[in-house]
């Protein structure tokens, strides 16, 4: 029996199974959607968890327009050494090893404690990244220093992509039913791309007061400014409490082989989507550059780059929030396999039409077909791909079950920022060279829409109880001792001593 099928019978049973466990006897599990909170008491965890993704992606986006300052200011030093391509991508790495780290401890200890630690760590590495220096003023030495504050600022990114997400995830139980999954994605992904334009506009502002002529400011100021959205969220996660389902359904053993037969399929699935995703959407900078270049010339001012960088990642907004309702109206899955596949085919499009797109004549053409492009990734996979990972797994070891699907597609957008510039220079000319990294992405998104639409279960409102109703059922039939999950008083079968 499938998974979809199998999760629909435990749908259409209801919660009985989770309150009545046939040797335990009934207990009274209190509903997550408590009518006696008033509305703000049930929305500020959701925002507490999720809101700090905004972090993330104005410190990952930042960095774009800090490489470009600094390749400005140290021409001959940094523009031509490794510093240039390490300062980038070493924040990969590190949140690679962030998520592996925090998405184990988000369930073996504490998701409060695991997002407080993650927050901490951003604060103080985006701090020192904005005053790096080098012993003596060393130029090399200063970039030695911001690689290193790179590494650890991408641990503590990592460490908010289980941590937070998770626990997002599981206070939208408590949030309107109907609602819930466009809550999810309005402080998670659409915070991402929210900060990701940010990102561009502040250091445009930036460049227009300080001048061209005292970068060494805007640069620092540019990442410096990074500090404050975590600093805003260590208040509010200070007075957050576990998640109620978290501490309806953590585990003190985990059964290891039990949990890898009843959910590898799925985390194969969501990991594969997650990658080619990621390979796609970090990888199309090419284009955005490309097409600035166009627009702008080779020497116009770096703030009228940034300005056209800015117009560039708007186009994520509208598809993000549309995106998040349409979650909502017509789930995730839907949403993910329909945005996917229109991405793919607008792609197709763009690949056949590039030698008349990408010229000065039909830039504004090319721009908004690219953008359509850009706004639909966002729209499925950007928006749903994260709450499907979220969403498919049991409460206590989703942390560890979102934070390989999340590695698994920070690898992607490695391996596809290594990948298209290869397929590029082996391209036989200039038009072929445009041509074929879009071919190869629609390809892959007409095939991510195939495994949404045949391997991913359907996710609604209430899926994330009915999870944990489903994988209890499965251990207690596997012979795993359920009665020792959960914490004491919160509706669950402890053993006591």
């Known amino acids: 029996m499938s998974d979809s099928v199998e999760q629909d019978r435990v749908q259409e049973k209801g919660l009985q199974e989770k309150k009545n466990n046939i040797e335990a006897g009934p207990v009274d599990v209190p509903p997550l959607d408590d009518p006696t909170k008033s509305r703000w008491e049930r929305s500020w965890p959701t925002i507490a968890c999720g809101a700090g993704l905004f972090s993330d992606g104005y410190l990952n986006g930042v960095i774009g327009q800090v490489n470009t300052m600094l390749s400005y200011i140290y021409e001959d030093t940094y523009s031509k050494s490794p510093a240039s ?11 690679v090893v962030g998520m592996l780290i925090f998405g184990y401890t988000s369930d073996v200890y504490s998701r409060k404690w695991s997002l407080m630690i993650s927050t901490i760590i951003l604060f103080i590495f985006a701090a020192l990244s904005a ?65 990701f334009v940010l990102s561009a506009l502040i250091p445009m502002i930036l460049c227009l007061i300080c001048t061209q002529d005292h970068l060494r400011v805007a640069w620092r100021l540019a990442l410096g400014l990074g500090v404050i959205p975590p600093l805003s969220l260590i208040y509010l996660r200070l007075k957050l409490k576990e998640p109620e389902e978290f501490s309806r359904e953590r585990m003190r053993t985990f059964p290891v082989w039990l949990i890898v037969k009843f959910y590898w399929k799925r985390l194969a ?24 270049k166009i627009i702008t010339g080779d020497n116009a001012p770096l703030w009228k780059t940034f300005g056209w960088t800015t117009v560039t990642y708007l186009f994520y907004i509208p598809g993000s929030a549309l995106g998040a309702f349409s979650s909502d109206w017509i789930g995730p899955k839907n949403t993910l396999a329909l945005g996917v596949g229109l991405q793919g085919i607008i792609g197709f499009i763009m690949s056949g039409c590039y030698k008349y797109l990408a010229t000065s004549e039909n830039v504004a053409a090319f721009v908004v077909v690219y953008g359509i492009f850009l706004a ?20 206590a070891i989703r942390g560890q079950y979102y934070s390989y699907a999340a590695a698994f597609g920070k690898i992607g957008a490695f391996v596809g920022t290594y990948v298209f510039p290869i397929i590029q220079q082996n391209a ?25 639409v045949f391997l991913l279960p359907q996710i609604n409102q209430d899926t994330v109880t009915y999870e944990d109703a489903r994988f209890r059922e499965y251990l207690t039939q596997n012979g795993y001792d359920t009665s020792t999950m959960g914490t004491a008083g919160h509706g669950t079968r402890i053993d006591e001593e």
């Open 131 to 195: 005053g790096s220096y080098g012993l003596n003023g060393s130029q090399y030495g200063l970039f030695a220093a911001l690689t290193a504050y790179r590494f650890f600022i991408g641990i503590g990114i990592g460490g908010e992509y289980p941590a937070g997400s998770v626990a997002c995830a599981e206070n939208t139980g408590e949030l309107k039913h109907g609602h819930r999954n466009r809550w999810f994605i309005m402080f998670t992904n659409f915070q991402i791309d929210l900060a």
């Open 269 to 292: 699935t969501v990991s594969l989507i997650w990658f080619i995703y990621d390979f796609s959407a970090y990888s199309f900078g090419i284009y955005s550059s490309a097409v600035i």
């Open 85 to 95: 391509r390490n300062v980038s991508a070493i924040a990969f790495a590190g949140t």
């Open 376 to 395: 639909l990734g966002e729209f499925g996979p950007g928006d749903n791909i994260g709450l499907c990972a979220a969403k498919t797994s049991a409460t």
């Open 428 to 452: 036989p000319n200039k038009i072929r060279s445009g041509q074929d990294p879009f071919f190869v992405s629609s390809a892959l998104c007409i095939f991510s829409a195939a495994l949404a």
